[in-house]
DNA sequence: CGGAGTGTAACC
DNA sequence: GGTTACACTCCG
């Protein structure tokens, strides 16, 4: 009953009975964050590239529309029209050397967070964009997001979400009093109407206290998505 | 008067005296014909890897640039090193296909968003380490940072910094009323006290407004820079 | 010697 | 510039 974050293993449709993908998340390194695929024959043989499994497969199945890393048919690989990339990247910055502490702030300030934040809202308007297209589907946000707020549809949700990152720096005015199990989350940080930098003292304990908060978050929402 | 195809060992002169090399060639499995190499210490120790070499001469010599494998001094090694450090990888994720949006939240809330927190207080971490090593040296916050608190040094601001974002569900309480410069820059977003999705509406006039905001205050910066 | 995990040349 | 595809490392 586990739920992995950074390892995830199912069984893949696009491939014939017992074929599984796997997705692994470089966890260091220069390359951490990338996602890399693998796929398991019914026998357990691990395949770590298309070129691999089609070595593998010959000419008992057709994988030239299938899409190794997003485990599915694309058809679009047949016209070769790549357009939006499916593939996710979680890369970051590593730590820096020679780095003056003004470049520290300077770098937090103006690169990482505006970079992430364009991410972001590009991230929820291909998803809007999806959704409109029905590349996605109809898929309903499940409950407990859409008692978030009194919204007529989910792409409204969704673009309000997108709306409300962009929009950062002013105050974000929504429904109070609605502390969900997803909003317990640790992705939630640094008030704009707040000193940057001020002067807290944490313990250990507190670090510790707060890493358990969310290894509780994460298991609330891993229950949800099985119940979903 | 021994000389084994498979195994031979001698002197290496890119170590200190006393450190031998020995070249094994793996006879049999998938990985035949693969030259493994290990070095032993004077006093007979093996090693078998260069992580473990370095593990245990400690900065008594530079490895940098030392080929476990060929067993030289490789100056490309050093290049590589070099640019790893100069330089940072500012990817993150494009747009996503075939995600529900379901998938949508629980990505941003839980990938995305402890991905990013956890690199930032690596990074931060990573400065103070640095500083307290002497590595970056004693360089000065300049005073406009320097003012937005009462701070008795520079590694105090870093550091709060660093646990202002790491207690981030928490409200921050810190000095009001210092809205710098380098408060209007757009990396700031998300109050935890105010719900994740709100029913913000935006014209497209608001974005530009935004953007604009944006470059004015990178603008400030580099004056402030340049001033410094 | 195997294999998971990471690096990276070559390709598009 | 960004991926793919696979070589290589490191440690069990």
Redesign the pocket.
Known sequence: MNISIE?KRSDCAALPKGWQREE?I???????G?V?VYYYSPTGK?F?????LVRYLGDSVDLSCF???QGQINTMLLC?AKKA?A?F?YRFPHSCHNFSHLCCVHYLMHVLLPIFLLKLKTFLQGLTACDANGVIGTTSLPKYIKSLGPYTSDATTIQSLATALHVSSQPITGQSGSKQVIMESPGVFLNPDQPLIAAVTITKDDLRRQEERVKRARLRLQEALAAA
Do not use: H, T, Y
């Open positions: 390892k692994v470089r966890k260091s390194g220069l390359s951490a990338k890399d691990k770590r590239s298309k070129p691999e899409d190794f890393q070769k990339r593939q990247d």
